[in-house]
């Protein structure tokens, strides 16, 4: 499979055809028999081949155990992107390291080139959401091979703030993009509250996008800030809470982002602590025309698909209940590919999408 790099995307694709399960829940007692989701897809140069790295879950006796995982594409017909081979669970040198289990895996890439993962001063770098009960921390892994074995950084490069921050529960969820001209690492997270926030009235307990600046040798990064929240208007398919995004430059200038979110707003933590994304979760578009995608974001009126519009034969298949973490990647002048988890809660599925390369410009404000 050749790979060339990825030029801007011309515009959200409009028409997907359906590819159904990419990664499958493994059997009774595997590593990945609860859930199999989050994917990170990254071109390996070494092996000249796509590289999944995911969320893999199971689950003993009820207890959630939780871990990353890789998988390669199986090629056919020169580009296809629509199998893929479990390589198992990713290889740590150091686990003790880990501030408890860890999930939700993402390769620090560049962010000009979308789907190739970014060295900084010859290492590969990982962030990884792991649990430092009672709260979701993020750690950096570094290796010289994508493969692995991956070295933790022990202390978390983005911590939750205070109570009555708008991360004061969790931070998860986590993209980061190497911007090399800056010398920085633009790092985007989900923040969960554990507090009320006042500048969400329709969802006061939702979580938000936010930002965070890291610089190579420093032992945390520097938060900016919340920069989407919420919807003020009821019933607005982001209006209860904001999930991951993705970047990726747009033609004409800007950048599109692809995100997870939802209609439903959470209760509080005191009413309920453990359903924080209460369904349905939905993908969808934003964009801005800043240079720097620290700001200015804005979000398509319309998600990419409501629930009740999935086909039934998707429905059948096991397409349901939640549309999770969305991933794209991009074949240049060919093909749009998105990969996504869905399914019951704690029972999820990477499901696949493909539509060709857009041929038409939009405006260069899109929203």
Same mark, same amino acid.
């Given at each position: 499979?050749?790979?060339?790099?990825?030029?801007?995307?011309?515009?959200?694709?409009?028409?997907?055809?359906?590819?159904?399960?990419?990664?499958?829940?493994?059997?009774?007692?595997?590593?990945?028999?609860?859930?199999?989701?989050?994917?990170?897809?990254?071109?390996?140069?070494?092996?000249?081949?796509?590289?999944?790295?995911?969320?893999?879950? *199971?689950?003993?006796?009820?207890?959630?155990?939780?871990?990353?995982?890789?998988?390669?594409?199986?090629?056919?017909?020169?580009?296809?992107?629509?199998?893929?081979?479990?390589?198992?669970?990713?290889?740590?040198? *150091?686990?003790?390291?880990?501030?408890?289990?860890?999930?939700?895996?993402?390769?620090?890439?560049?962010?000009?080139?979308?789907?190739?993962?970014?060295?900084?001063?010859?290492?590969?770098?990982?962030?990884?959401?792991?649990?430092?009960?009672?709260?979701?921390?993020?750690?950096?892994?570094?290796?010289?091979?994508?493969?692995?074995?991956?070295?933790?950084?022990?202390?978390?490069?983005?911590? *939750?703030? +205070?109570?009555?921050?708008?991360?004061?529960?969790?931070?998860?969820?986590?993209?980061?993009?190497?911007?090399?001209?800056?010398?920085?690492?633009?790092?985007?997270?989900?923040?969960?509250?554990?507090?009320?926030?006042?500048?969400?009235?329709?969802?006061?307990?939702?979580?938000?996008?936010?930002?965070?600046?890291?610089?190579?040798?420093?032992?945390?990064?520097?938060?900016?800030?919340?920069?989407?929240?919420?919807?003020?208007?009821?019933?607005?398919?982001? +209006?209860?809470?904001?999930?991951?995004?993705?970047?990726?430059?747009?033609?004409?200038?800007?950048?599109?982002?692809?995100?997870?979110?939802?209609?439903?707003?959470?209760?509080?933590?005191?009413?309920?602590?453990?359903?924080?994304?209460?369904?349905?979760?939905?993908?969808?578009?934003?964009?801005?025309?800043?240079?720097?995608?620290?700001?200015?974001?804005?979000?398509?009126?319309?998600?990419?698909?409501?629930?009740?519009?999935?086909?039934?034969?998707?429905?059948?298949?096991?397409?349901?209940?939640?549309?999770?973490?969305?991933?794209?990647?991009?074949?240049?002048?060919?093909?749009?590919?998105?990969?996504?988890?869905?399914?019951?809660?704690?029972?999820?599925?990477?499901?696949?999408?493909?539509?060709?390369?857009?041929?038409?410009?939009?405006?260069?404000?899109?929203?």
């Amino acid at each position: 499979m050749e790979q060339e790099a990825s030029p801007a995307l011309p515009a959200p694709p409009q028409v997907w055809n359906r590819l159904g399960v990419m990664i499958k829940r493994g059997a009774r007692g595997e590593f990945d028999s609860s859930v199999t989701g989050d994917p990170c897809i990254v071109w390996d140069e070494a092996l000249q081949n796509y590289r999944m790295f995911y969320f893999a879950q *199971n689950k003993v006796e009820s207890v959630e155990h939780c871990c990353n995982a890789q998988a390669l594409a199986v090629v056919e017909n020169g580009n296809s992107l629509g199998k893929w081979r479990k390589l198992g669970p990713i290889v740590y040198e *150091n686990p003790d390291a880990l501030c408890g289990e860890t999930h939700k895996p993402w390769i620090l890439m560049d962010p000009f080139r979308p789907n190739h993962p970014a060295r900084v001063d010859g290492l590969y770098w990982l962030l990884t959401v792991s649990w430092r009960i009672p709260n979701k921390v993020v750690q950096v892994a570094t290796s010289t091979s994508l493969a692995g074995p991956w070295k933790i950084q022990p202390h978390p490069v983005l911590q *939750n703030g +205070s109570d009555s921050d708008f991360d004061g529960l969790h931070i998860d969820a986590v993209t980061a993009y190497w911007f090399e001209q800056r010398q920085e690492i633009l790092i985007y997270y989900m923040g969960y509250p554990r507090q009320a926030q006042n500048d969400q009235p329709c969802s006061p307990w939702g979580s938000s996008s936010a930002v965070a600046i890291l610089r190579p040798g420093e032992p945390e990064a520097r938060k900016l800030g919340k920069i989407i929240t919420p919807h003020p208007q009821l019933g607005h398919w982001i +209006s209860g809470y904001i999930g991951g995004i993705q970047i990726v430059p747009a033609l004409g200038g800007g950048w599109y982002a692809v995100l997870n979110a939802s209609p439903t707003s959470p209760a509080s933590v005191e009413d309920d602590a453990t359903v924080r994304e209460p369904a349905p979760s939905l993908g969808g578009w934003a964009y801005t025309s800043e240079q720097f995608p620290t700001k200015g974001w804005q979000i398509h009126d319309q998600p990419i698909e409501w629930l009740e519009d999935i086909p039934e034969a998707a429905v059948q298949a096991g397409e349901s209940g939640n549309l999770w973490r969305h991933h794209l990647v991009l074949v240049p002048n060919d093909a749009v590919y998105m990969f996504y988890n869905t399914g019951p809660y704690g029972n999820e599925q990477i499901f696949g999408r493909c539509a060709q390369w857009p041929k038409v410009i939009i405006r260069s404000n899109p929203c």
